[in-house]
């Protein structure tokens, strides 16, 4: 018998048989194992970048990725998975690709979530005081402003004088700028006036 030109993955029982001129025969048989060895491939997205969501230091993140192989069955699984939530900052995502044979191939790309949200920022009361006795100044507690931030903020308040937050006040009007500014570089301002 001849044998097929082609086998498929798996054993295939191949019968020779052996016959004379005069009719006789024998028979002998053959296993042919063919063996998938080609690894799948791993298609992974491009690098990704994204916002954090409002209010948030974080974000959800969905992606596609997929597998091609010479043998059907094969999948992609992505560690964290598609639709992960990721912290603010840089994450490496790998995706492994396996095929019913157990070969395997892996991709990599990085999620990026920037914190793009400016804090609120709110300034204390604006301040009326009298100069102390015998002087032209006064010595008081401005307050500080109290900022809110998806994640989290610094305030800095710089007298228009440029004079020490607890330095004295003179007569007239002095305005202190207050800053809130987040690790991103986001900022808001806001304006007190210290009469």
Known sequence: NDAPAVFPKGDTLVTWTATDVAGNQSTATQIVTVKDEEPPKAICPGNIIVSTEHGKCEARVTWTASVTDNCPDA???CEPPSGSVFQK???LVTCTATDAAGNTATC?????????EKPTNTCPSDIT???????????????TATAADNCGATVTGVRGDGLPLNAPYPKGVTA??????DAAGNSASCTQAIT
């Open 129 to 143: 005081h009298s100069t102390d006795p015998g002087k032209c100044e006064t010595t008081i507690d401005p307050g």
């Open 89 to 91: 900052g840089i994450t």
């Open 75 to 77: 999948t992609i699984t």
């Open 108 to 116: 990599s790309f990085t999620v990026t979530a920037n914190d793009t």
């Open 176 to 181: 202190i700028t207050w800053t809130a500014t």
